[in-house]
């Protein structure tokens, strides 16, 4: 899976999937990032919430890579990010 993101919903999105793609219950991601089952429902639902370390955690566990690269590098307009 390869996913542009440019809103934060949409990382709720992406990290909801690949949790329930990796068959894992909110309940089991939780556990695995030692935190309770409601925090990682509101990390899916208001990803605006989650801090840096909490994300790589997630994305480490989910199986997902961070990719950061020069918009310009990739041929795509500039824009403003929106949040």
Same mark, same amino acid.
């Given at each position: 899976m390869k996913q #542009? #993101? @440019? @809103?934060? %919903?949409?990382l709720g999105q992406v990290l909801q999937s690949a949790r329930r793609a990796a068959k894992l219950s909110q309940t089991d991601l939780a556990a695995r990032l030692d935190v309770s089952q409601s925090r990682i %429902?509101?990390? !899916?639902?208001n990803p605006g919430s989650i801090s840096a370390d909490q994300l790589l955690a997630l994305i480490s566990i989910l199986g997902l890579e961070l990719v950061v690269q020069d918009r310009r590098a990739a041929g /795509? !307009? /500039?824009s403003p990010v929106e949040w």
């Open positions: #542009l #993101l @440019t @809103t934060p %919903s949409q %429902s509101h990390m !899916e639902l /795509a !307009e /500039a």
